[in-house]
């Protein structure tokens, strides 16, 4: 992990620098940090020149990939968990820990995706919604 940096792309931690060709002159290049998964993974089949239309990029294969990866994880509820056994409640522990990663992650890409104002009235709703004290 790079030392307190986050992925430009999907907001996890950075584990790697990505080296974008400048717009303007393509024989520099801009250095911004990302992690493995978006460097090396995501954007390695994509000519995309951008860190902006990277990020794009990104953010929408993450909330395709995360939707899908849902399906692999089962919804329970705390009853039926408490029916579980000690080994079985932990295994599927782990994978509702999992899945709320997965949702959060999603969360995070989609509203990473909104324009500024949307993100803006987005936040708004978030705190109107709160309980006053
Ligand atoms: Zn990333």
């Given amino acids: 992990m790079l030392f307190n940096q986050y992925c430009v792309y999907c907001g996890d931690f950075a584990t790697s620098k990505d080296h974008v060709r400048a717009r303007s002159l393509s024989y520099l290049s ?52 408490q029916e579980l056994s000690g080994t079985l409640r932990r295994h599927v ?6 899945r709320a990663v997965l949702e959060a992650r999603i969360e995070f890409a989609k509203f990473a995706q909104l324009s500024p104002k949307q993100q803006k009235e987005a936040k708004l709703c978030l705190t109107s919604d709160r309980p006053t004290e």
């Fill in 30 to 81: 801009v250095v911004v940090p990302a992690c493995h998964d978006c460097n090396c993974r995501i954007l390695r089949d994509y000519n995309v020149s951008d860190v902006r239309r990277r990020r794009a990029l990104v953010l929408s294969m993450l909330v395709k990939r995360h939707e899908a990866m849902m399906k692999e994880f089962p919804e329970w509820t705390e009853e039926e968990l």
């Fill in 93 to 98: 522990q782990v994978l509702l820990n999992q």
